[in-house]
């Protein structure tokens, strides 16, 4: 779709230029805000994932999590055109480096379903559609998760990329939240 390929385009200049200037403090901002506003049952697992590049690191937040006695997962591809599937993980434990400079937790650890999914974006519109990579996996595994039980997803991003509307598919899945460095957007879904 070239509407998207433009929007990429678009999106990835205007999150450098919040990288750049925000820097690590934003990621420290969504740890301020934590998910309290989502209300996750206690203990819940949540998916997070780590930063690549200029994406806003939740790191801060994961820390906050662990604090609160969430277990948190980070995503691992088991494979094209499939859901992603999450490992248990803490800071420390041992990583796998894969493709495009992602890290994994090792094959060993513990798989977890999640209450809540982190997601990183690019884009995100009010009614709660985002502009990804555009490998779909994000919206393959909130599809699965959703027909297994009742999953929060709530998108991770600097303020700057909020648009007024993402250019979407039908089989795009729609988050509940966006947390930004400002605060919680509830989306409109």
Do not use: N
């Amino acid at each position: 779709m070239d509407e998207k390929k433009t929007a990429r385009a678009e999106a990835l200049e205007r999150r450098r230029a919040a990288f750049e200037r925000h820097g690590a403090a934003a990621g420290e901002r969504l740890a301020a805000h934590g998910l309290a506003f989502c209300a996750p049952p206690p203990g819940a697992a949540v998916s997070a994932f780590l930063a690549i590049g200029e994406e806003i690191d939740p790191l801060p937040l994961m820390r906050r999590l662990w604090r609160e006695d969430h277990r948190v997962g980070l995503p691992v591809m088991v494979g094209k055109g499939r859901p992603l599937e999450f490992r248990q993980w803490t800071e420390g434990e041992p990583l796998d480096e894969v493709k495009w400079g992602i890290r994994e937790p090792v094959a060993a650890a513990p798989v977890i379903e999640p209450d809540v999914v982190l997601v990183p974006l690019l884009a995100f519109d009010r009614a709660g559609y985002r502009l990804g990579y555009g490998g779909g996996f994000y919206d393959r595994t909130l599809a699965r998760l959703r027909a297994m039980k009742p999953v929060v997803a709530v998108g991770i991003a600097y303020d700057e990329l909020g648009v007024d509307a993402v250019p979407h598919l039908d089989y795009d899945e729609p988050l509940d939240w966006v947390l930004t460095p400002q605060g919680p957007i509830k989306c409109s879904t």
